[in-house]
T-cell receptor, first 115, second 113 residues
Framework: DAGVIQSPRHEVTEMGQEVTLRCKPISGHDYLFWYRQTMMRGLELLIYFNNNVPIDDSGMPEDRFSAKMPNASFSTLKIQPSEPRDSAVYFC?????????????FGPGTRLLVL | SQQGEEDPQALSIQEGENATMNCSYKTSINNLQWYRQNSGRGLVHLILIRSNEREKHSGRLRVTLDTSKKSSSLLITASRAADTASYFCATAYSGAGSYQLTFGKGTKLSVIP
């Protein structure tokens, strides 16, 4: 079975540009999580969805960040406009279905560098 | 913050030795999980222990949970060079009604061949 798929794996952009990160969760999972990892702050939960509906977006840093899940197999995290402090590794994770719901399966991450 | 705190931040041992990592947290939990992250990769789930359990084993892994002290430990026995990675504890809140996890900052383990 394919795991969580994220694209792109690496993104380098200039300050002010729009960045879109993509995630395909494991088929059958009904929870999807977006995290950001930095050396300073560790792994932070940004937002999570249940059955495509955003449940908690309290971790989204500010209005420049938005996330959508138009269907069960696709989610996006958008940053507009991007800033150098957004540089981090962004992970998508999914859980649920027939597996233990509390266990999350992580994608390989998108390493974002904003110049 | 309900974030778990791992201790030590970094640990270096010789291959074959045991590695022990600790995690402390602040509030009631439903369960506590340990994840591993190899450099440049995503996190991988290792083991889950529920709040009514005290000890759990999986292969060379042993996890303990002391809810009275709000702490957990992960023991890796007979370590191998391939165990070199960062290890994170993650807590799931009681009554959250969700499967949201809060991760600590991790322990970086180096196993020297």
């Amino acid at each position: 079975d394919a795991g969580v798929i994220q694209s792109p794996r690496h993104e380098v952009t200039e300050m002010g540009q729009e960045v879109t990160l993509r995630c395909k969760p494991i088929s059958g999972h009904d929870y999807l999580f977006w995290y950001r990892q930095t050396m300073m702050r560790g792994l932070e939960l940004l937002i999570y969805f249940n059955n495509n509906v955003p449940i908690d977006d309290s971790g989204m840093p500010e209005d420049r960040f938005s996330a959508k899940m138009p269907n069960a197999s696709f989610s996006t995290l958008k940053i507009q406009p991007s800033e150098p402090r957004d540089s981090a590794v962004y992970f998508c994770a999914s859980s649920g279905g027939t597996t233990i719901k509390e266990t999350q399966y992580f994608g390989p991450g998108t390493r974002l560098l904003v110049l | 913050s309900q974030q778990g705190e791992e201790d030590p931040q970094a640990l270096s041992i010789q291959e074959g030795e045991n590695a022990t990592m600790n995690c402390s947290y602040k509030t009631s939990i439903n369960n506590l999980q340990w994840y591993r992250q190899n450099s440049g990769r995503g996190l991988v789930h290792l083991i889950l222990i529920r709040s009514n359990e005290r000890e759990k084993h999986s292969g060379r892994l042993r996890v303990t949970l002391d809810t009275s002290k709000k702490s957990s430990s992960l023991l890796i026995t007979a370590s191998r060079a391939a165990d070199t990675a960062s290890y994170f504890c993650a807590t799931a809140y009681s009554g959250a009604g969700s499967y949201q996890l809060t991760f600590g900052k991790g322990t970086k383990l180096s196993v020297i061949p």
